[in-house]
C-alpha cells in the first residue's frame, strides 16, 4: 500500500514487479542471521534474565552466527 516491494514477484505473473534488489538481499541476510540465532540455545530459551545480559548474549552469537 505505497511502499516499495523488496520481495520480487513469481515468475509466472502477468505484470513484473519491479523491485530493489539490494533491499532484498539485505533483508534476506537479516532474516538467515535470526534464523541461525535459533540454533543457540541460549537465546531461544532466554536463561538470561537481565535485558543487558540477553542482549549482550544476542549480539555474540549474531557475532559468531554471521562468521560462520
Known sequence: AGT???IPGRVNRKRPIR???RRYRDRWRIEAVFCRLK???RIATRYDKLAKNFLSAAALAAAVA???
Do not use: E
Request: hydrophobic fraction near 40%; glycine fraction near 0%.
Open 4 to 6: 516499495p516491494p523488496a
Open 66 to 68: 554471521f562468521w560462520l
Open 19 to 21: 523491485h530493489d534488489r
Open 39 to 41: 540454533y543457540f540455545r
